[in-house]
T-cell receptor
Framework: AQSVAQPEDQVNVAEGNPLTVKCTYS??????LFWYVQYPNRGLQFLLK??????LVKGSYGFEAEFNKSQTSFHLKKPSALVSDSALYFC????????????FGAGTRLFVKA | NAGVTQTPKFQVLKTGQSMTLQCAQD?????MYWYRQDPGMGLRLIYY???????DKGEVPNGYNVSRLNKREFSLRLESAAPSQTSVYFC????????????FGPGTRLTVT
């Protein structure tokens, strides 16, 4: 069965510092991995995805994520955090052979302090 | 280009009442989805429609029905609302295929008393 774990409910970081939001996954086949961001009272917005190829993927707003197959991880990173990055972040996985079902993690709330 | 729209934004129901949540997308996407979001549980898939004319159960389909009215519209119906269905409901769409990201509507906040 597919699953996604986001081990931290909340991440706190100072503005200008690097940030990491962690995600590990489990699928039976090869994974398609996604990160989404949710601002208060809004729907989720797509940030980036890993499908195949380079393990480091770059996305919107300066975010990037590294796919690590051996550790089954897909951590979200940004070199320099902004206060406006404060939001709820969701990691999601699809099994390449599993059709249309996407499994979302529980979410990690990011607080960036000025 | 409005993307994905949902109506209503808020709704309060009494136990046993019924209602339909509406969703429409203007991106010519093939696939559409209904999720519910509960605190600490992320998003859980209720139903999805891989293409016009097809619908399939997701992770938590009990108590819900769906209709893919046409390529643009995908509605979610609660026949007899229960307090356990208090949640925020999101509709999403995607081009199709498992490699494609989803685009989400703004959500409907439903309270069942």
């Amino acid at each position: 069965a597919q699953s996604v774990a986001q081990p931290e409910d909340q991440v706190n970081v100072a503005e200008g510092n690097p940030l990491t939001v962690k995600c590990t996954y489990s699928v039976s086949g090869n994974p398609y991995l996604f990160w989404y961001v949710q601002y208060p009272n809004r729907g989720l917005q797509f940030l980036l995805k890993y499908i195949t190829g380079d393990n480091l993927v770059k996305g919107s707003y300066g975010f990037e994520a590294e796919f690590n197959k051996s550790q089954t991880s897909f951590h979200l990173k940004k070199p320099s955090a902004l206060v406006s990055d404060s939001a709820l972040y969701f990691c999601a996985v699809r099994d390449m052979n599993g059709g249309f079902k996407t499994i979302f993690g529980a979410g990690t709330r990011l607080f960036v302090k000025a | 280009n409005a993307g994905v729209t949902q109506t209503p934004k808020f709704q309060v129901l009494k136990t046993g009442q019924s209602m339909t949540l509406q969703c429409a997308q203007d991106m010519n996407h093939n696939s559409m989805y209904w999720y519910r979001q509960d605190p600490g549980m992320g998003l859980r898939l209720i139903y999805y429609s891989a293409s016009e004319g097809t619908t399939d159960k997701g992770e938590v389909p009990n108590g819900y029905n769906v209709s893919r009215l046409n390529k643009r519209e995908f509605s979610l119906r609660l026949e007899s609302a229960a307090p356990s269905q208090t949640s925020v409901y999101f509709c999403a769409s995607s081009t199709g295929g498992s490699a494609y990201e989803q685009y989400f509507g703004p959500g409907t906040r439903l309270t069942v008393t």
